[in-house]
């Protein structure tokens, strides 16, 4: 039937099924070959590991990113596939790339153990306005474009910015994951064999395997949304604490109306404010 909708590869659960999952691990081979430059028999072992970044700490900040993968030479590799527009997407990346890097080390490792981490950001937006072409490879260097180290690269794709005629191998795979329709799916799979294996992958996610995928990943928002909410609770608990450490230090009249201020904004009822900082009831209502 023309023009019939299928799911698109953006669907957070149809990318995991295409790209992270282990017998699939062709697609992503075909991919990565595309975008990326590593020795060929670094693929004889890419292996999908755990997407979970560690708390090294109570208070420490945990992610989950959204492919995680290493290579025969224990090269890190990351993709993320961010389809809506998020504020603070650069310093997230940043902040992914810094884990990957930090993680690697045990206590008492030496620092030559570290191994390269390669992140690839695949954007449905215009994320990066200062530059126009879709792919951009990133790497830590001085202003006499001399590499300070090799460890570290970052590739941002931007697929709103690929062009209607194909300048490159990396083209088609983006052309791909732009899919909805089942007549494009066609069309692009006649044009290149290659892309068969993928696009056979998408097309076999059927109607029980949708809604199992489906439901998983609700599941998980609602035990993600859970862990922001305690993370919300812990960070105005510290906020509290932190407010009237420093007030009460203080001792000074104006200290105590910053930390009722700041009570206030937080919800907390009058009384408790005025017990928390001996100030009238008047005084915090005029704040």
């Given at each position: 039937?023309?023009?019939?909708?299928?799911?698109s590869?953006?669907?957070d659960?149809?990318?995991?099924?295409?790209?992270?999952?282990?017998?699939?691990?062709?697609?992503?081979i075909?991919?990565?070959?595309?975008?990326?430059?590593?020795?060929?028999?670094?693929?004889?072992?890419?292996?999908?590991?755990?997407?979970?970044?560690?708390?090294?700490?109570?208070?420490?900040k945990?992610?989950i990113v959204?492919?995680?993968?290493?290579?025969?030479s224990?090269?890190?590799?990351?993709?993320?596939?961010?389809?809506?527009?998020?504020?603070?997407?650069?310093?997230?990346v940043?902040?992914?790339?810094?884990?990957?890097?930090?993680?690697?080390?045990?206590?008492?490792?030496?620092?030559?153990?570290?191994?390269?981490?390669?992140?690839?950001?695949?954007?449905?937006?215009?994320?990066?306005?200062e530059?126009?072409?879709?792919l951009?490879?990133?790497?830590?260097?001085?202003?006499?474009?001399?590499?300070?180290?090799?460890?570290?690269?970052?590739f941002?794709?931007?697929?709103?910015?690929?062009?209607?005629?194909?300048?490159?191998?990396?083209?088609?795979?983006?052309?791909?994951?732009?899919?909805?329709?089942?007549?494009?799916?066609?069309?692009?799979?006649?044009?290149?064999?290659?892309?068969?294996?993928?696009?056979?992958?998408?097309?076999?996610?059927?109607?029980?395997?949708?809604?199992?995928?489906?439901?998983?990943?609700?599941?998980?928002?609602?035990?993600?949304?859970?862990?922001?909410?305690?993370?919300?609770?812990?960070?105005?608990?510290?906020?509290?604490e932190?407010?009237?450490?420093?007030?009460?230090?203080?001792?000074?009249?104006?200290?105590?109306?910053?930390?009722?201020?700041?009570l206030?904004?937080?919800?907390?009822?009058?009384?408790?404010?005025?017990?928390a900082?001996?100030?009238?009831?008047?005084?915090?209502?005029?704040?």
């Open positions: 039937m023309k023009n019939e909708v299928m799911l590869p953006l669907y659960y149809v990318f995991a099924e295409i790209f992270g999952n282990q017998r699939n691990i062709e697609n992503t075909g991919f990565l070959k595309t975008v990326i430059d590593i020795p060929q028999d670094d693929y004889d072992r890419l292996t999908v590991v755990s997407p979970i970044l560690r708390r090294l700490f109570h208070r420490h945990m992610g959204d492919l995680k993968l290493t290579t025969k224990k090269k890190i590799i990351h993709i993320e596939l961010q389809v809506d527009k998020t504020k603070n997407l650069r310093d997230r940043l902040y992914y790339i810094c884990r990957l890097i930090g993680d690697q080390l045990n206590w008492g490792d030496d620092y030559a153990k570290l191994h390269q981490v390669i992140s690839i950001v695949i954007c449905d937006h215009n994320m990066l306005k530059e126009s072409y879709y951009n490879e990133y790497e830590l260097k001085n202003k006499n474009n001399n590499c300070f180290t090799k460890k570290l690269k970052l941002i794709l931007e697929l709103p910015k690929i062009p209607e005629t194909e300048d490159g191998a990396a083209w088609r795979w983006l052309k791909f994951l732009k899919c909805e329709r089942k007549e494009d799916f066609e069309m692009l799979g006649k044009r290149y064999p290659e892309m068969e294996k993928p696009i056979y992958c998408a097309k076999r996610m059927s109607f029980l395997e949708k809604w199992r995928d489906i439901r998983f990943h609700k599941n998980l928002w609602k035990v993600d949304d859970r862990m922001r909410k305690l993370q919300i609770e812990e960070d105005l608990l510290q906020a509290k932190e407010a009237l450490k420093e007030g009460l230090k203080e001792g000074r009249k104006e200290g105590r109306k910053e930390i009722a201020r700041n206030k904004e937080m919800g907390d009822s009058l009384d408790k404010i005025q017990k900082t001996g100030l009238s009831l008047e005084t915090i209502e005029n704040l």
